[in-house]
């Protein structure tokens, strides 16, 4: 008789426990943890340092920021003052995903009670990063109008286990022949309750809707403590 063993359930399970951890943890430290899902190219950074931009001290905003290589982008959030730190994953097995265990270390790098959010923003990539938790409280994946309307329809499980849909580079719209409404459409195709917003970090509708969505959750999990 043969006995299957479901290897990536262990790992997953494992995952999990790592990431409610840091979940509570965070949560204890009144800091509101917001992860940051796309593919490549989509605008994660760009928005983070509109986030910073806008936010009255930016300095109470801190970001794990991974990639599989380079410290780019950590590098650009620290010029916007953001407390950052990078973990590359060539370092973990060149993983296409963030893991909770590694950014449960991260967070000792931080002063966590001098902080409102910390983001994190994984891996560009809209497969391997959705089965991980991360601990984060809340999720958002960002759909860029840059790549086509369809996204949603072909990547659902970004869509199912997200909280917040972001449409971004929306002053683009005109220049890729690309509605934002059409990729919301596609949104609700695969979730019609979904959580819609539509931003551009350099030009209209601008980052407002999204800050608002921030100071909501913040306020969410202040009513929480």
């Given at each position: 008789?043969?006995?299957?063993?479901?290897?990536?359930?262990?790992?997953?399970?494992?995952?999990?426990?790592?990431?409610?951890?840091?979940?509570?943890?965070?949560?204890?430290?009144?800091?509101?943890?917001?992860?940051?899902?796309?593919?490549?190219?989509?605008?994660?950074?760009?928005?983070?340092?509109?986030t910073a931009r806008a936010w009255s001290d930016p300095t109470r905003l801190g970001v794990i920021v991974g990639d599989v290589a380079t410290e780019v982008d950590s590098a650009r959030l620290r010029a916007c003052r953001m407390p950052a730190v990078?973990?590359?994953?060539?370092?973990?097995?060149?993983?296409?995903?963030?893991?909770?265990?590694?950014?449960?270390?991260?967070?000792?790098?931080?002063?966590?009670?001098?902080?409102?959010?910390?983001?994190?923003?994984?891996?560009?990539?809209?497969?391997?990063?959705?089965?991980?938790?991360?601990?984060?409280?809340?999720?958002?994946?960002?759909?860029?109008?840059?790549?086509?309307?369809?996204?949603?329809?072909?990547?659902?499980?970004?869509?199912?286990?997200?909280?917040?849909?972001?449409?971004?580079?929306?002053?683009?719209?005109?220049?890729?022949?690309?509605?934002?409404?059409?990729?919301?459409?596609?949104?609700?195709?695969?979730?019609?309750?979904?959580?819609?917003?539509?931003?551009?970090?350099?030009?209209?509708?601008?980052?407002?809707?999204?800050?608002?969505?921030?100071?909501?959750?913040?306020?969410?999990?202040?009513?929480?403590?």
């Open positions: 008789m043969s006995v299957r063993i479901d290897l990536a359930q262990g790992i997953l399970d494992d995952n999990d426990l790592i990431a409610m951890a840091t979940s509570e943890r965070l949560h204890s430290a009144h800091v509101l943890c917001v992860g940051l899902l796309s593919s490549p190219g989509a605008g994660k950074t760009t928005l983070l340092e509109a990078q973990i590359n994953t060539a370092s973990h097995g060149a993983s296409c995903h963030l893991s909770a265990g590694p950014v449960a270390e991260a967070l000792d790098a931080f002063d966590l009670p001098r902080l409102d959010v910390l983001f994190i923003e994984n891996v560009g990539n809209l497969v391997c990063p959705v089965a991980f938790r991360l601990g984060e409280h809340y999720r958002s994946v960002l759909l860029s109008v840059t790549e086509g309307p369809d996204k949603p329809v072909k990547y659902p499980k970004a869509i199912l286990d997200t909280d917040l849909a972001v449409i971004t580079k929306a002053d683009l719209c005109p220049h890729v022949d690309v509605p934002a409404a059409e990729v919301e459409q596609n949104v609700r195709r695969v979730r019609p309750d979904a959580r819609v917003l539509t931003v551009s970090a350099r030009g209209e509708p601008g980052v407002g809707a999204w800050l608002g969505w921030l100071d909501e959750m913040l306020a969410a999990m202040c009513c929480t403590k």
